[in-house]
């Protein structure tokens, strides 16, 4: 397994169950765990949790995010509102390794209802030890760390 | 089939032949199709199509965008940097309808190397049909659309 880190993981109800499945998992590899809730499976908005995430990833308070709600998808579009976070939705370990071999990933978002929990934690171990390729993908991750400003502006839409 | 939209599409390099394809898929059915780019299968950036496929949709040019790269997760990052894009990664018609029926995904991402031309196309379908359910999902997708401040500002990550 990979060396040990600060790892935070956030989630929305429908993904409660696998949030603290995946943070037991990540404990037994050695990992510290930073979980950012919900501490209950009481109905939450998503967005919430994926922009508390996004910041602990973004400011280095965590190396890496699990963000997880019923599809992934909702969580997954809040956390890469910062552009300091890169977040992968993936249901495979083949886009796991992708996503941190291409794109530096340091947030994987998965959905409860799409995958099971072995598949979750096979995505999980192969995002935590793919390493980024650098060389040509590391331009194309600048530009993702500094989108253009019409996009930072917030806008009506 | 649906009512015809205005659509945008853009890709990179890895999924320029499906982006020609979908688009042409996109006008037998009736569409009106934006074809933002590229126009070759030269290596190109995906942020850079990202972010003009984000801008098309927040700013009302086009109702809906399609974007595509290799694994959809680089170009998926990079929509979803702007507030008024909710883009969704999807690999499956199921995922397809939840993004859809609960985040109002403005714009769908596929890869080019994860599916086929045919279960791109299915997708892609069933996202146009697929319609926002609205209810609690409307408070949520609002906090999409105003993300916090720390996120929209531009900081070293």
Redesign the interface.
């Known amino acids: 397994m990979c060396a040990t880190m600060k790892i935070a993981i956030a989630s929305d109800h429908a993904a409660f169950d696998l949030k603290q499945e995946l943070a037991r998992n990540l404990r037994e590899w050695g990992h510290e765990v930073i979980d950012l809730g919900p501490d209950s499976a009481d109905?939450v908005?998503?967005?919430?949790f994926g922009?508390k995430l996004?910041?602990a990833?973004?400011t280095?308070e965590a190396e890496r995010g699990v963000a997880l709600c019923?599809?992934g998808?909702?969580i997954?579009?809040?956390v890469?509102?910062?552009?300091?976070?890169?977040?992968?939705?993936?249901?495979?370990p083949?886009?796991a390794a992708?996503?941190r071999e291409?794109?530096d990933?340091n947030v994987i978002a998965m959905?409860a209802?799409?995958i099971g929990p072995d598949m979750a934690r096979t995505c999980l171990q192969t995002f935590l030890v793919a390493e980024f390729e650098g060389g040509?993908h590391a331009?194309?991750v600048a530009?993702?760390?500094?989108?253009?400003k019409?996009?930072?502006?917030?806008?009506?839409?």
Chains 1, 2 share one sequence.
């Open positions: 109905r908005d998503y967005p919430d922009y996004a910041e990833v973004a280095g019923g599809s998808i909702g997954s579009m809040a890469n509102r910062h552009p300091g976070a890169r977040c992968a939705l993936v249901n495979d083949y886009s992708l996503s291409h794109n990933a959905g209802r799409l040509r331009g194309r530009k993702l760390t500094n989108p253009p019409s996009t930072t502006q917030q806008e009506s839409a």
